[in-house]
């Protein structure tokens, strides 16, 4: 059967008058001129599509047969993170979120007074546990917030050097620089700074021989990709306002119920992933990142997305939300002349955190906090008793732990497929990231893990190595 000629059900435009419509429109004679521009040797001229499920029934049947192929948190234990961990979603949570009115990764503010209360209530509790003052509609996800944090840098500064951890998430870094990048010059030129082999703290020493009076800003992970708490930040934050940099930190909000706030430490930008606060972990969705600054018109002014406002009403004790807050500085208002483009957000998940964050309350997230670390420093101090097999770093962690498996004389690798024989997902191998380490890996901990869980864990790699 020609393929192109086949109509799929759920797919209208295949209908062959709506397909020829379409394209007298757009005036193309073959489908395939769209994608012109694209590479051929990066191009599949055909795409393997099976055969049309014609009922309902028979196309659930098979989304159910491949779905039940999967390895997920259902079928195996899960001890891998590296920016996406495995948390507890409440119930209450994808019972509100998944209300037909807001499921939808739009905004859709205009004249919704419910989903404008929604993102005002998730951006005042934000506000509280970063101790920070302002911040906008979600970005896609913490890289690019990130991104969008060091051009907000740049531009208050009116400087383009940015300094950065070598021990940050080699994702993020990817992504910052991809962010930064431009057709003709980079928007900003990147330093990384060293730290330190015994307890994967930032090098100060190394940090302060890069600071300069071009220095646009520092910018720190706390905790660190490696899980390290940066228990220098708020000295950091100092010698980066010692040269007049921007001192930005990019913060797990999993972590503050535990972890003092950044803006309390002297952040004045901050930024993050809100995947851990009642986000699922979803194939690479259920992720949007966080920018958020001081309430200073400096600043207030560069971030790029809607803002959700409130005011009183012409009626007396009634208060309305708005998304027009200081729309003129917006890519929807200003369009060519803006400082930074958006599009498609994340919103749905950050209502599903504001959800989150207003059923836990601060004791909750306190309590959540203490889990983890407790759970975490648990199965370290197991795992650092196996033959063999120690913790790389002295610091204090939150979450993630480096574990060195080159006394072993085993790969990470072939640690993790062995576990992974045991229906047990492995931590991150560090080893093409961060050659130094050795056969190193990033192991996970949460609240989701029951101490059987960890000590199955140890008892198998126990056997393994």
Known sequence: MNKRNTVYPYIPNTAPATKATLMEQVKVVD??????????????????????????????????????KNANLTTHKYFLGAGCAPHYVPAVVDEIIGRGELYTAYAGLMADQGKSQIQFEYQSMMAELLDMGC????????????????????????????????????????????????????????????????????????????LDDQTAAVFIENPTFLGTVEVQAEQIGKLAKQVGAEFIVYADPISLGVIEAPGSYGATIVC??????GNHMLAGGGVAGYVMVKDEEAYLYQLKDQMVGASPTSVDGEIGFSWITAFERTSYAVRDDAAEFTGTNAALWSMASGVYLALMGPKGMATIGETIMQKSQYAAKKIAALPGVEIRFTAPFFKEFVVDFSGTNKSVTDINKALLKHNIFGGYDLSPSFPDLGQSALFCVTEIHTLSDIDELVDTLKAIV
Do not use: W
């Open 31 to 68: 489908e395939m001129e769209l994608f012109d521009s694209i590479p051929s040797h990066l191009l599949q001229s055909e795409m393997q599509l099976p055969e049309p499920i014609l009922d309902e029934y028979s196309m659930r049947r098979h989304t159910d047969n491949l779905l039940s």
């Open 135 to 210: 911040m906008a509609m979600p970005q896609y996800d913490g890289g690019t917030a990130a991104g969008h944090a060091i051009r907000i840098a740049c531009r208050v500064s009116g400087r383009r050097k940015v300094i950065m951890p070598k021990s940050m998430s080699p994702q993020n870094s990817e992504i910052i620089q991809n962010y930064l990048g431009g057709i003709e010059q980079a928007f900003a030129d990147i330093d990384y700074v060293d730290f330190d082999e015994k307890t994967g703290l930032l090098n100060l020493d190394d940090l302060a021989m890069k």
């Open 272 to 277: 993050g992933d809100i995947h851990s606060l």
